[in-house]
Each structure stands twice: as structure tokens, then as C-alpha cells.
């Protein structure tokens, strides 16, 4: 009996697959190419916080807010195209750059940007997960349907970026002399570690980024430490 063939149709039809495939992997590294030089000028000046007095910040957040609108711009085309394709199958290619897009947007509003009439900004603002979405437009926590959206392991990342980011500014705020703004972002920085040991958290990558949390609270504790030793920390504070 002669052995079956194999029927060329089959590897015809892998190929096909294949380079739609490439076509979707090639489309989705252009857009998230685009996002990361925008998220990178954003980054980029908020920088500028670190040598920058709390009194021209007023100068400094609206030329972040510029970039963060450009940022919107992109994760809205990223949103619509991904959004025709399976979510986990290609949701590696841009969470870093989408986590890192959601820092700058939290450090702004942190720092008293992104403000609305309905809601002033003010520094010290947290953005929730809902309110992040908001400025991007996209759904977040997606559980009823296969579509681009943020989720809450990106918004925890993020979150710990501007951690990070926060406790350097800790210390460059005191040699600026703003003191109270050290003893603000200790205050801020001890209150989302006691939030992060709450939670259960499943993710690995999550756990081990939550573990480094503990150094940035010494960094800051350490600031106002030295503070308080020297008599430093604004009256009203002590209160």
C-alpha cells in the first residue's frame, strides 16, 4: 500500500499564517516604537524635577503634559490595532513600554499636573487604575472580552517606578531647601508600602519589585531622619 501524501495545502496554509503573522509582529513594533520616543521625552523632563524648585513646576508640567497627550495619541493607535488581534499572544511586545507610559502620567499628576477643572491638580495626587485609564481612553482589567487594556499588574508596576523616582527626589528636594516636600514624599512613600503588603499578590515579577519598596522607604525615612535631627522639619508638619 503506497504511503499517504502529504497534502500541500497544509504547509501552503502554515506560510499564510506565518506572514500574517510577521505582517501584525511588524505593524506592532512600529507603534510601540512611536510610544516609547514619546514616553522617552516625557521621562525626559520630568527629569528636570530633581534641579527644579517646587515653584516652577508650574513651568515644568505642562511641557510633560504636552508629551503625555503625544503618549495618548500613540497607546490610542496601539489600542485599536491590537484590539484586532489575540491579547496575550502579543501583550509582551508592549507592556514595559505601556508601564512606563502610566509612570509618567502618574508622576505628573503626583506632582500636581493633569489637572481639570473639576479636579484641580494638587501634589501628592494619586491616580487610581480607573483614572489612568481615563487619560488613555482604554479599558482597564479587562475580564469579559479579548481586547488592548491596562492592567492592574501594570498599574502596581508603574506605581513603583514613581516609587523609585520619588525617593531621589527626596533628597534633591532637600538640597533645594524644600523640606516639606521630603517629609510629603516620606509620608506618600510609607503609606503605598503598608497598601502593597496588603494585597496577594500572584505575580512574580510584582512580588520582587514590591520587595525592593522597603529600600526606597529607608531612603526617605532616612531624609527626614536627618531632618528632624537637625530641627528642620517644617512646623506645621510636626503637628
Same mark, same amino acid.
Given at each position: 500500500m503506497a504511503p499517504a501524501m502529504i497534502d500541500p495545502a497544509l504547509f501552503e %496554509?502554515? !506560510?499564510? !499564517? =506565518? %506572514?500574517?503573522?510577521?505582517v501584525v509582529r511588524k505593524e506592532l513594533d512600529r507603534i510601540i516604537d512611536d510610544l516609547s520616543q514619546q514616553v522617552s521625552f516625557s521621562q525626559g523632563v520630568l527629569s528636570r524635577i530633581h534641579s527644579t524648585p517646587? *515653584? !516652577?513646576?508650574?513651568?515644568?508640567? /505642562? #511641557? &510633560? %503634559?504636552?508629551? =503625555? @497627550? !503625544?503618549? =495618548? #495619541?500613540?497607546?490610542?493607535?496601539? *489600542? *485599536?490595532?491590537? *484590539? @484586532?488581534n489575540p491579547y496575550y499572544k502579543y501583550n509582551h511586545k508592549w507592556v514595559r513600554t505601556v508601564q512606563e $507610559? =502610566? +509612570?509618567t502620567v502618574l508622576l505628573c499628576a503626583w506632582l500636581g499636573g493633569?489637572? +481639570?477643572e473639576a479636579r484641580p491638580g494638587e501634589v501628592g495626587r494619586l491616580m487610581?487604575? %480607573?483614572? &489612568?485609564?481615563?487619560?488613555? $481612553?482604554? /479599558?482597564?482589567n479587562l475580564k469579559d472580552r479579548d481586547a488592548f487594556h491596562i492592567t492592574i499588574e501594570d498599574y502596581l508596576l508603574a506605581l513603583i517606578n514613581i516609587i523609585d523616582e520619588l525617593s531621589r527626589l527626596a533628597m534633591n528636594s532637600v538640597t533645594m531647601g524644600d523640606n516639606e516636600l521630603a517629609v510629603l514624599i516620606s509620608s506618600f512613600v510609607k503609606d503605598l508600602h503598608a497598601g502593597f503588603q496588603v494585597l496577594n499578590l500572584k505575580n512574580d515579577i510584582l512580588r520582587k519589585r514590591v520587595d525592593s519598596i522597603k529600600y526606597a522607604v529607608k531612603k526617605v525615612e532616612d531624609v527626614v531622619y536627618d531632618l528632624s535631627l537637625r530641627n528642620l522639619i517644617p512646623a506645621k508638619m510636626d503637628e
Open positions: %496554509e502554515l !506560510k499564510t !499564517k =506565518i %506572514e500574517e503573522d510577521t517646587r *515653584s !516652577k513646576y508650574t513651568i515644568l508640567l /505642562p #511641557q &510633560v %503634559e504636552d508629551g =503625555i @497627550r !503625544k503618549e =495618548i #495619541q500613540c497607546v490610542g493607535t496601539l *489600542s *485599536s490595532f491590537a *484590539s @484586532r $507610559a =502610566i +509612570s493633569l489637572g +481639570s487610581t487604575l %480607573e483614572e &489612568v485609564g481615563a487619560v488613555f $481612553a482604554v /479599558p482597564v
